[in-house]
């Protein structure tokens, strides 16, 4: 594990630059779960997520020669805030790798936070893509690498969360969920709790799309991915860190895994209920709660918030997928007899009063006997959807099911 005394170095050396971010007792998830649910809002942390923790203890301890060499890094985003915020703040010259796919906005920041102090280079489609082609430049330019999870400075960084927590709250502490990518956070956070709080349950989450982390420590061994998920894409990684795999079989005390549609669900109930804006790596600890609910009963819990960098672009996309997850939008390929009327009695007839018709697509071939549409429903609850499926059932009504025809839905959808 990371030496406490490393982590209590990493306060000392990084408290005048990072913020000391609020731990605050949630009132609606607290009466939801019959918990003492608290949350730590890394998510207001000065580049809206912790990764600046462990980036500028890394950067911040370079001798002089190697700043002169300027650095390199690869991430998917918040990483790179960290790294650019650094590296503006010290006066040193940055490459910043990152994933052609990674949201505008995260883009944006490392350009405010860096100015004219880093260099943005977007490349590949996964942050292992990104990282390839960052370690190949490092050794060309012989700068110095900031890995964003695999160092042991970097964890010791992310572990001043756990100083923090330890401060902040005034009761014991009997379980702490946190989000897990690559392995650097839940290592320095797990090592600073372990030792300073033994009986603290530690639950690593990841996204069921991208379970590096648990499918690893269930082998013994470091697993590659050969294809995941990117929508958590603060928390979605190919292969986690060998140093963080050594330090996880010692902390982590249960992985869970989420569904991406239910990171969805708790972004949207996040900002309806307390106008807190997460990105979906941010929403892992708390959706965590739903699949903890009989176990922290009576407890007292901490969800660490990890990142609030969400981009607005993709609002729509987390409300289609938490709507998908939650049974509420259902797409049907529906073939209408070729006659007049036939739409004005499936309105009339099959659709319920409180259903909406979302998407519609349709062609009239007039040498066929029935003519398909595609058509989105989205209802108010559960109950509404099997209402509709009992009335399609009674109508006689020709469908097919695109839900649940995962590569028809990705072809169609």
């Known amino acids: 594990m990371i030496a406490i005394k490393d982590i209590q170095l990493a306060h000392y050396r990084i408290k005048s630059v990072v913020e000391k971010t609020p731990l605050i007792k949630d009132p609606v998830l607290s009466e939801r779960y019959n918990a003492n649910v608290f949350l730590k809002r890394e998510d207001l942390q000065v580049v809206r997520s912790y990764k600046i923790r462990g980036a500028y203890n890394k950067i911040s301890s370079l001798t002089s020669e190697e700043r002169a060499r300027g650095v390199v890094c690869a991430s998917a985003g918040n990483h790179a805030q960290g790294v650019a915020y650094a590296c503006n703040h ?8 990152m994933p052609s796919t990674t949201p505008k906005q995260k883009i944006k920041q490392v350009g405010m936070f860096g100015k004219d102090h880093v260099e943005i280079v977007l490349i590949g489609d996964t942050y292992d893509d990104a990282y390839h082609a960052a370690i190949a430049d490092c050794e ?7 890995h964003p999870f695999d160092d042991e400075m970097v964890m010791a960084g992310q572990g001043t969360v756990g100083i923090e927590i330890m401060e902040q709250l005034s009761v014991p502490l009997d379980m702490i969920f946190v989000p897990v990518g690559g392995g650097g956070f839940i290592s320095g956070l797990g090592s600073y709790m372990k030792t300073v709080s033994p009986s603290t349950k530690i639950i690593g989450v990841e996204p069921e799309g991208a379970p ?10 470091r697993i590659t991915l050969d294809k995941f998920e990117k929508f958590v894409d603060g928390a979605a990684v190919a292969t986690i860190g060998k140093l963080n795999f050594d330090i996880a079989r010692d902390v982590i ?7 991406e549609g239910k990171v969805c669900t708790t972004i949207l109930q996040l900002y309806n209920e307390s106008a807190i804006v997460v990105e979906p790596a941010g929403a892992l600890s708390i959706s965590a709660l739903d699949f903890y609910a009989e176990k922290i009963k009576g407890k007292n819990v901490v969800c660490v918030i990890s990142g609030g960098n969400n981009d607005i672009t993709r609002t729509e996309e987390i409300k289609e997928r938490s709507l998908l997850y939650e049974g509420l ?17 499936f309105l009339n ?11 519609f697509e349709y062609t009239r071939k007039n040498s066929r006997e029935n003519g398909p549409a595609l058509i989105g429903i989205e209802t108010k609850s559960k109950q509404d959807y099997l209402a509709l499926m009992e009335r399609m059932k009674l109508n006689k009504i020709n469908y097919t099911h695109v839900n649940e025809s995962p590569d028809l839905f990705h072809f169609l959808i």
Do not use: C, W
């Not at 060309?140 to 690498?145: E, G, L, N, P």
């Not at 590096?212 to 061994?221: A, P, R, T, V």
């Open 90 to 97: 010290l006066n040193i010259q940055g490459r910043i790798f």
């Open 140 to 146: 060309k330019a012989q700068s110095v690498f900031i």
């Open 212 to 221: 590096s982390m648990k499918l690893s420590l269930e082998k013994g061994e």
């Open 253 to 259: 005390d249960d992985m869970i895994l989420i569904p």
């Open 329 to 345: 939008k259902h797409y049907f390929i529906i073939r209408f007899p070729q006659r007049a009327g036939a739409l004005r009695d």
């Open 349 to 359: 007839d099959v659709l319920g009063p409180g259903d909406d018709i979302t998407h």
